[in-house]
């Protein structure tokens, strides 16, 4: 059903109000609706929605400039940061093929943490049946909303939308005031997420999941090697990516300690179902020609559960 037309209005106005700090979750969906644009056989990804996240003016440069324009501003970004298309394509189809598996499975519980223009409460396969949570800064989540009901006509039942900052707040009081129910399994989505908070703020959300969700719950990530946030990476895909992040104001923060993903996370109760490289995963989709699909192979995707409840939880608010 449509919205009425003041509402409409309303939504259509904020999509105007669009921040700096949208800028990262556009690019992301650029690279989504530019995968999703090639034939079924050749794209790692697809999402039908990522190109109603991007502004029209976007769409009308790339469209309008002339081809060999085209061909030279891609070749400058490939030259500066060789595989990074194809490394954040990848990281869609894992979270993708992750999350329609954890649906699959009896999950009913999706929470998006730093949600972006993520389009996954709109299209996956039985995602409906869940209740989402879209976590995000209120200003974001505004235009992103603004999108959605100009998709959809309204805003999904499914879907609710929490307006936190990621940085400070709790954020299992502010979903078990919004209706999270603690007694079932859920699945927590970080894509893109954790090497941009402190160190200590990525322990607190791993501590809080591990010790206020229902046990066999698990987490989705995606994280970069300590090396690559000090700087010290030998790539030099490393350090422009690392230098562009910084430049635009969100520097590397968080980075997998030398002991390695597993050591790690065992010391708040996980345990690691699948961890794999942006390099692997694409030679599992495509064994045949994943030679020619440039990776950075700096990122690794994990999906982990948790299985106990450890000593530190003590210490949580539950």
């Known amino acids: 059903m449509k919205q009425p037309d003041k509402t409409m209005e309303y939504y259509e106005s904020s999509i105007k109000k669009r921040s700096a700090g949208s800028v990262t979750a556009e690019g992301v969906a650029l690279i989504r609706a530019t995968e999703s644009a090639k034939p079924k056989d050749e794209r790692i ?15 009308a440069h790339f469209r309008d400039i002339p081809p060999e324009q085209r061909e030279a501003d891609r070749a400058a970004y490939d030259q500066e940061f060789p595989g990074q298309r194809n490394s954040i394509a990848s990281r869609v189809r894992f979270f ?8 699959a499975g009896g999950i009913r519980q999706v929470i998006i943490l730093g949600a972006g223009y993520d389009s996954r ?28 009901v100009q998709i959809f006509g309204s805003l999904p039942s499914h879907v609710t939308y929490l307006p936190l900052d990621l940085s400070t707040s709790s954020i299992f009081t502010a979903l ?27 322990r607190d959300l791993l501590w809080e999941n591990a010790c206020k969700a229902e046990p066999g719950s698990s987490i989705l990530f995606d994280y970069l090697d300590q090396s ?29 300690p030398k002991e390695g993903a597993e050591a790690f996370l065992s010391e708040f109760g996980y345990r690691i179902i699948r961890n794999v490289s942006n390099r692997e995963y694409l030679r599992e989709l ?11 192979g700096l990122l690794r995707f994990c999906h982990a559960e948790t299985y106990e409840r450890k000593p530190g939880c003590a210490g949580q608010i539950l």
């Open 45 to 59: 990804c697809y999402d039908p929605y990522a190109v109603r996240f991007i502004r029209p003016e976007i769409l």
């Open 96 to 103: 993708d093929d992750t999350v329609r598996k954890e649906i």
């Open 121 to 148: 409460a709109y299209r996956i396969e039985g995602i409906r049946q869940a209740r989402v949570f879209e976590i995000d800064r209120a200003e974001l989540q505004d235009v992103k909303k603004a999108m959605v």
């Open 176 to 202: 078990i005031g919004a209706g999270f129910d603690r007694t079932q399994r859920a699945v927590v989505i970080m894509e893109g997420l954790l090497y941009y908070l402190p160190p200590p703020r990525v």
């Open 228 to 256: 690559v946030v000090d700087g010290i990476h030998p790539s030099a895909i490393a350090q422009n990516i690392r230098r562009h992040v910084a430049a635009v104001g969100e520097p590397f923060l968080f980075g997998m």
């Open 286 to 296: 495509f064994p045949e020609n994943a030679r020619g699909m440039e990776t950075t």
